[in-house]
């Protein structure tokens, strides 16, 4: 936990949010400026500044995330049209948070390459 981040504040129920995920070891809920029909942000509870910081203790704890995601974007409808996940990684990858998050995004068809 950080007391200064922005996630870590969500996560302790600092400031509000829409939870659509929650367990002991990482949540779910809408971004709050989403860019698609459906976009949802999936991070761990524990604080990790980026994906490129990922230790290897934390291997469990990642593919934890990336099943959960998958139950998400399932439940949302997302598996028939398909949909994507976006990790921002660091300056230049566009990350604005740093907690690291995976974006799910879908519900409209998304284009390639981003910018
Ligand atoms: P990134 O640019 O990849 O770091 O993404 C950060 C995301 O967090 C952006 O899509 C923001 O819209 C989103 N965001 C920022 N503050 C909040 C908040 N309080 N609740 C939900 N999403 C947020
Ligand atoms: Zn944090």
Redesign the pocket.
Known sequence: MSDDC?FCK?IRGE?P?KMVFEDDRVCA?H???PIAPTHI?VIPKKHITTIACVRPEDADLMGHLILKANQIAAEQGLKENGFRYVV?TGEDG????FHM?L?ILGGRKLNWPPG
């Open positions: 922005l969500l400031i949010s809920f971004d709050i400026n942000l921002n566009g990350q604005s948070v998050h974006h």
